[in-house]
């Protein structure tokens, strides 16, 4: 990091991401880049400059905000923390900040960069949200459902699909693979029909599955299949029901 004071304000102001430098001791805003003026909505530095950092953060935000403060202090490099900014015109941002320690006109200071990930903050809660509408529906269907990656593991089982399995909880079935229960001989088919559903993304019609609960009983299974994004990845939801002739 240069040691002139204007070579580093250049070098800032052309970073294409907000940057600000404050004071260790007071936690204070020394100076901004012109990006960070747009980030927290103001219109000069002035309405920045002298300002505390915590009046930008929520106030549940900030012993995450003083714990890094004073591991920069100490001369370390926290990892990325995404905070919810409160802008000065009233909105907000999710804004990720990375923070070194430098040295700025002559005095030991931090230097944080802030990406807003609004975006990817909503897109992230979306997706939770909608997951988590999935588990509702799928843990009250009468059907057993499960969801395997294009690796072959499971990572969704609701407790239709355990029970049929004889598991007693979601652990012994996440995470393995589909040859911990799909009988040996209809392993090829399933894997052959998975592929297919993969690739094309159209579903398999209900056909009989033969499956080895974890006590190494077989049961057979009327097995429906289509392509989902799960976490996104590839994966195939595969709807089962057993059959009358079953066990």
Same mark, same amino acid.
């Given at each position: 990091?240069?040691?002139?004071?204007?070579?580093?304000?250049?070098?800032?102001?052309?970073?294409?991401?907000?940057?600000?430098?404050?004071?260790?001791?007071?936690?204070?805003?020394?100076?901004?880049?012109?990006?960070?003026?747009?980030?927290?909505?103001?219109?000069?530095?002035?309405?920045?400059?002298?300002?505390?950092?915590?009046?930008?953060?929520?106030p549940d935000e900030h012993g995450i905000a003083l714990r890094d403060i004073a591991l920069v202090a100490q001369g370390q490099s926290p990892p990325p923390v995404t905070y919810h900014l !409160?802008?000065?015109?009233?909105?907000? @941002? #999710? =804004?990720?900040?990375?923070?070194?320690?430098? $040295?700025?006109?002559? %005095? !030991?200071?931090?230097?944080?960069?802030? @990406? #807003? =990930?609004?975006?990817?903050?909503?897109?992230? $809660?979306?997706?939770? %949200?909608?997951?988590?509408?999935?588990?509702?529906?799928?843990?009250?269907s009468p059907s057993g459902v499960a969801v395997v990656l294009d690796t072959e593991e499971t990572v969704y089982a609701n407790h239709v699909f355990r029970e049929m399995l004889g598991a007693?909880?979601?652990?012994?079935?996440?995470?393995?693979?589909?040859?911990?229960?799909?009988?040996?001989?209809?392993?090829?088919?399933?894997?052959?029909?998975?592929?297919?559903?993969?690739?094309?993304?159209?579903?398999?019609?209900?056909?009989?599955?033969?499956?080895?609960?974890?006590?190494?009983?077989?049961?057979?299974?009327?097995?429906?299949?289509?392509?989902?994004?799960?976490?996104?990845?590839?994966?195939?939801?595969?709807?089962?029901?057993?059959?009358?002739?079953?066990?």
């Amino acid at each position: 990091m240069p040691e002139s004071n204007t070579s580093l304000k250049k070098i800032l102001e052309f970073l294409p991401i907000a940057v600000v430098v404050s004071n260790f001791d007071t936690g204070n805003i020394i100076w901004v880049n012109s990006r960070d003026l747009q980030l927290a909505g103001a219109s000069s530095p002035d309405q920045l400059v002298g300002h505390n950092l915590l009046e930008f953060l929520n106030p549940d935000e900030h012993g995450i905000a003083l714990r890094d403060i004073a591991l920069v202090a100490q001369g370390q490099s926290p990892p990325p923390v995404t905070y919810h900014l !409160r802008k000065l015109d009233g909105g907000s @941002a #999710d =804004v990720q900040i990375t923070s070194i320690p430098v $040295r700025f006109e002559g %005095e !030991r200071a931090m230097l944080s960069v802030c @990406a #807003d =990930v609004t975006e990817q903050q909503r897109a992230r $809660r979306a997706i939770a %949200e909608s997951e988590e509408r999935y588990r509702t529906l799928v843990e009250s269907s009468p059907s057993g459902v499960a969801v395997v990656l294009d690796t072959e593991e499971t990572v969704y089982a609701n407790h239709v699909f355990r029970e049929m399995l004889g598991a007693t909880s979601a652990d012994a079935v996440i995470g393995r693979p589909l040859r911990a229960y799909v009988h040996p001989d209809d392993l090829k088919m399933i894997r052959e029909g998975r592929k297919r559903v993969l690739q094309t993304r159209e579903s398999i019609p209900p056909r009989p599955v033969r499956l080895t609960r974890l006590d190494g009983e077989a049961i057979t299974v009327s097995a429906q299949t289509a392509f989902v994004m799960w976490d996104g990845e590839r994966a195939t939801q595969t709807t089962l029901q057993i059959e009358d002739t079953a066990r």
